[in-house]
């Protein structure tokens, strides 16, 4: 099997996870969807991660020990968020509280693990063997570190978001105050990162997550209905596994800071949207002075709105990650960038000599095609269930034209086309 189709399989079975209810025995006011739960909980992941790593880095300069030794593993932790996605999509008929009753039994874990396996083996055939046998090693030898730890803090964070808004919609319901109770017991076992307790206090951080969560209301392709819906915040996660595994499956083997950057610029690509909505293309495409003055005003509140909810040190990175223009930079949010000296500088292509962390590189163009295919297959999934409309017809096959030769680093984008459409 052809890695493109593997990674076409994944993110089909991703991108499904958009109609799998979560909370379907409560009272809600709004639809929880897994997918928009998953890329939330990366979202926190990454705030805690980022405050775990400052506070570590504190202490190591303050003590006169070499603080390069930082301890957040960034491709562990983004490895472990795809693959507890993947192992909850496969179990996810099995109530919470049942799953982690089960998983006690140490034989009925592994019958559950060899489940979860058995299903993905196919989906997973064409990709790098190392990916998934790290994939079933997460799962046979579970490791106590801090990047798990991290992991459980951000889903049970991401739980309790959901949760206040049920609960506040139907306090009354019968076992609703024991649910509560085991939330917040989940969270207080984690109090112990830094992230956590910022969290929970309501710190401007707080706020960045909080502003994130919104973008699950937001629906995408806004004047199509479809089937299944996908949200912005639900988008940015698909673009940002595809990233991670185009960057796995290059012809070279990437750095690490381009897996982080690849994986990270994918989830806040669309950041500014949480501000602005989202403003559908053909209003982008009216002018191309249109679609500049659009990009500066998203660039503009991001700066007055959402970054003023993150550290300080962290703008920068933010800015970086996004391909936000200030400082005398340019936009370059679909560029091929890196940073020499402290600049921001758009190359042709990362592979000319710039394949190094001390470059910080980030594959814009690469990034670009994941978010239009992603988009694709949102289109090609509902007509497949039969919804769909002029507009969205009109959307597929534009991207379709404009993306279908790609090949970049290796990756034949149109042997993922030819799996959507079936060839």
């Known amino acids: 099997m052809k890695k493109e189709t593997s990674i076409a399989k994944l993110m089909e079975r991703f991108t499904k996870a958009a109609s799998m209810q979560r909370w379907n025995d409560h009272i809600r006011p709004v639809e929880f ?48 968020g795809i693959f507890e996605f993947l192992h909850r999509l496969i179990l996810t008929d099995i109530k919470p509280p049942v799953f982690h009753k089960m998983i006690e039994d140490r034989e009925t874990k592994e019958m559950l693990n060899q489940h979860v396996f058995n299903e993905l083996e196919d989906d997973m055939r064409g990709l790098n063997r190392k990916f998934h046998k790290r994939f079933q090693n997460y799962f046979e030898n579970p490791e106590n570190n801090v990047e798990r730890r991290i992991l459980r803090a951000a889903h049970y964070l991401a739980t309790n978001w959901e949760f206040k808004i049920i609960y506040h919609t139907a306090p009354f319901i019968y076992g609703i105050e024991e649910t509560k109770q085991n939330i917040e017991n989940q969270i207080e076992d984690h109090y112990d990162l830094i992230g956590v307790q910022k969290l929970l206090l309501g710190k401007r951080s707080f706020g960045f997550v909080d ?99 993150l ?30 000296n402290g600049k921001v500088r758009t190359v042709q292509t990362i592979e000319d000599g710039y394949n190094e962390d001390i470059y910080f590189p980030l594959d814009g163009e690469m990034l670009d095609v994941c978010d239009k295919i992603s988009a694709y297959l949102e289109a090609i999934l509902s007509m497949k269930h039969g919804i769909t409309s002029e507009s969205l017809i009109q959307g597929k096959d534009k991207i379709f034209e404009d993306y279908k030769s790609r090949k970049i680093n290796g990756i034949n984008f149109e042997g993922i086309f030819d799996y959507f459409n079936g060839r």
């Open 33 to 80: 969807t897994e997918l928009d739960k998953q890329a939330h909980k990366m979202v926190i992941v990454y705030i805690l991660a980022k405050s775990e790593e400052e506070r570590r880095k504190e202490y190591l300069e303050s003590s006169g020990r070499d603080f390069k030794a930082l301890p957040v593993d960034w491709n562990y932790l983004v490895e472990g």
């Open 311 to 340: 550290p300080k040190p962290w703008h920068r990175e933010m800015r970086y990650l996004t391909g936000t223009g200030f400082g005398g930079e340019e936009l370059t949010e679909f560029k091929n960038r890196i940073i020499v």
């Open 211 to 309: 502003l994130c969560g919104q973008l699950r209301f937001q629906k995408r392709w806004a004047h199509s209905p479809r089937v299944p819906e996908t949200s912005v915040l639900g988008h940015m996660l698909i673009v940002a596994i595809t990233s991670y595994l185009c960057t796995m499956e290059m012809d070279v083997e990437a750095c690490k800071g381009r897996f982080y950057n690849n994986y990270f610029g994918g989830l806040f690509h669309d950041l500014p949207e949480v501000l602005t909505k989202d403003i559908i293309s053909p209003i982008k495409r009216v002018d191309k002075e249109v679609d500049r003055r659009i990009r500066e005003y998203e660039h503009e509140k991001m700066e007055e709105k959402l970054l003023p909810l």
